[in-house]
Structure formats: structure tokens, C-alpha cells
């Protein structure tokens, strides 16, 4: 069975110097128009951190449900990879009471029904060392904390085909089927935009060929269309929008 975790080392073997993420924020605010290229190797340890975060303080596993509620950005692609990690569930949609809510929002957790007992608030700001306000009491501010896990990971447990894999307004997608066969050419690089569900199988496509993706979040009003000079600057082959 193919896994995002297994598709993860797949790329690692292949060149793990190589960029596998390149993000720009299009979006008004403190962030607008950064720019940020994660090679192979550092999305990984990222991913591990975040995974051993899940595993270590929450644990997490097989049949865990984490609620992902952040926009399409770097940081969201490495906790899904770290949500898939420990063999857990992404619940993009919300439809579920989740074990782990994981944010930029401090309030969301009290606007939920039945907010979860533990929450990850996460500071969108690449250079972010702290949250920039208020932490609720007993939330983990990723911007502090995160740094202190360590940088390998190995899973406790793996989930099974039929285990659920990822949550999304289309549907739920067990681990067996969780990554896309699409018919993509080896080493597409790749521009993505659109919700977080459709990054992140989006993003699973593309690495699943050995190739990269480019993503761009823009702004609510903002349209859709790719900026011509940045696919090529970037050496965009295909674009998702």
C-alpha cells in the first residue's frame, strides 16, 4: 500500500536537497509577499517535529482524528504529512469531533460544539518564534514549541488500507486510495491553488512522481489565475487552479 508517509521517503531517496514545496503569500497582511522554498530534507524535519509533537504529547495514531483548520500554506502540508505519520485521520471538513484541533485562530476552539480537549495554535509568520498574542491556557503555541521535538521520527503504529486517511467537503478517502494516481509526468512541478483538501492531494500527485509543488495563497477576492511571470520564473510544467 502506497502511503503518504511511504511517498514522503520515496522522495528523500530520490534527492532530498531537491525543492519539494515553494510558497508565496498573496494574501493582505503582516505576511504578504513572502517567499519560501523547502527542499525535501527540511520538510521532513518539519514533519517529523510536528509528528513527534502528535505522537509524544497527544498520542496519536491509528484512528486519531485531527481537525485541520488552516488555510493552504506550508505549515498545513507538513501537519497533514505528520497527521498521516502517525497513521491518523486529516478532517479538513470539520465533520467530526476531532482528538486534536490544530489552528491559526486562537477563539476557533470556543466557537466549536464540542471543542476537543487539546489544541496546536499555529503562527502562519515563516520567521514566528512565538505567537504574537494571547495562548489560551493549556494550547500549545507551535511557534515556541515545536522546535523542541526531535528531528527523527518513527511511527508506533501504521494504519491499516481501510483506516480513514483524510476528511474533505467531497467525502472521506481511506489510506488505500489516499494517494492519487494521476497520469503526471515524472518530475512535474507543479502549481497548486484552491482549498486544503486540494492541496494536499494535490500535493501527494506531485511528490508521488518524484516532483515539486509551487502553491500560492491569495486573498478571499483575490482571482484564481496563476501570475504568468511567476510559473515561469518558478519552472512551473502544470497548473492546477
Known amino acids: 500500500m502506497r502511503t503518504p508517509a511511504s511517498v514522503l521517503a520515496e522522495i528523500l531517496r530520490s534527492d532530498p536537497a531537491r525543492p519539494r514545496v515553494t510558497f508565496y503569500e498573496d494574501t ?11 527542499s525535501g530534507k527540511v520538510v521532513n524535519n518539519w514533519i517529523s517535529k510536528a509528528g513527534n509533537a502528535l505522537q509524544d504529547e ?6 486519531s482524528v485531527v481537525r485541520l483548520a488552516l488555510p493552504p ?30 489552528c491559526d485562530d486562537p477563539d476557533l476552539a470556543a466557537t ?21 498574542g494571547p495562548v489560551p491556557a493549556g494550547v500549545m503555541d507551535e511557534a515556541r514549541e515545536l522546535a523542541t521535538y526531535g528531528d527523527q521520527f518513527s511511527a508506533r503504529a501504521d494504519p491499516t ?3 480513514m486517511a483524510l476528511i474533505s467537503g467531497r467525502g472521506h478517502t481511506a489510506y488505500k486510495s489516499v494517494v492519487p494516481q494521476r497520469d503526471w509526468q515524472t518530475g512535474a512541478r507543479v502549481s497548486l ?23 500560492a495563497r491569495r486573498g478571499q477576492h483575490a482571482g484564481n489565475e496563476a501570475r504568468p511571470e ?7 510544467t502544470l497548473t492546477l487552479h
Open 230 to 236: 511567476r510559473l515561469a520564473s518558478e519552472g512551473v
Open 161 to 163: 488500507p481501510d483506516d
Open 112 to 132: 466549536l460544539d464540542q471543542p476537543p480537549a487539546d489544541v496546536i495554535l499555529v503562527t502562519l509568520a515563516a520567521l514566528a518564534r512565538v505567537h504574537p
Open 193 to 215: 491553488a484552491g482549498d486544503l483538501a486540494d492541496v494536499l492531494e494535490s500535493t501527494l500527485s506531485a511528490w508521488a512522481v518524484d516532483g515539486s509543488v509551487v502553491l
Open 73 to 102: 500554506h506550508w505549515r498545513a502540508l507538513y501537519w497533514a504529512f505528520a497527521v498521516w505519520s502517525v497513521g491518523g485521520t486529516v478532517d479538513c471538513a470539520g465533520d467530526r469531533t476531532p482528538d486534536l484541533l490544530i
Open 28 to 38: 493582505p497582511g503582516p505576511t504578504q509577499g513572502e517567499r519560501i522554498e523547502l
Open 58 to 63: 497527544y498520542d496519536l495514531g491509528p484512528g
